[in-house]
């Protein structure tokens, strides 16, 4: 069994920031690629950063420059830090991981999704 579990949600104006965080447990034996998607009201789910073991990251155009995202790999846990936010922004933010378990080879794991608003 393996858990992603997010927080750092929530309610903030447009200009301000969030730190969203995802830790994933259970029966892990490596973690390849961490990474943040998101899915907005109506819209399909988009890729927001991800970040591979090495440190290697890869943004989406519109949050280049405003969002930063890294990695505890002692942790597995990976950050979102998400400044000068925009109404745009709002959605509900999903943790993503490639990891391999015990039981099983490399596979996509899904958190649960913490919402995040912004407001104008």
């Known amino acids: 069994q393996v858990q992603l579990v997010e927080s750092g949600g929530g309610l903030v104006q447009a200009g301000g920031s969030l730190r969203l965080s995802c830790a994933a447990s259970?029966?892990?034996?490596?973690?390849?690629?961490m990474g943040w998607y998101r899915q907005a009201p109506g819209k399909q789910r988009e890729l927001v950063a991800d970040?591979?073991?090495?440190?290697?990251?890869n943004y989406a155009d519109s949050v280049k420059g405003r969002f930063t995202i890294s990695r505890d790999n002692a942790k597995n846990t990976v950050y979102l830090q998400m400044n000068s936010l925009k109404p745009e922004d709002t959605a509900v933010y999903y943790c993503?991981?490639?990891?391999?378990?015990?039981?099983?080879?490399?596979?996509?794991?899904w958190g649960k999704g913490t919402l995040v608003t912004v407001s104008s």
């Open positions: 970040i591979a073991t090495g440190g290697s990251t």
């Open positions: 259970g029966s892990i034996v490596s973690i390849n690629a």
């Open positions: 993503n991981a490639l990891l391999r378990t015990y039981y099983s080879g490399s596979s996509n794991y």
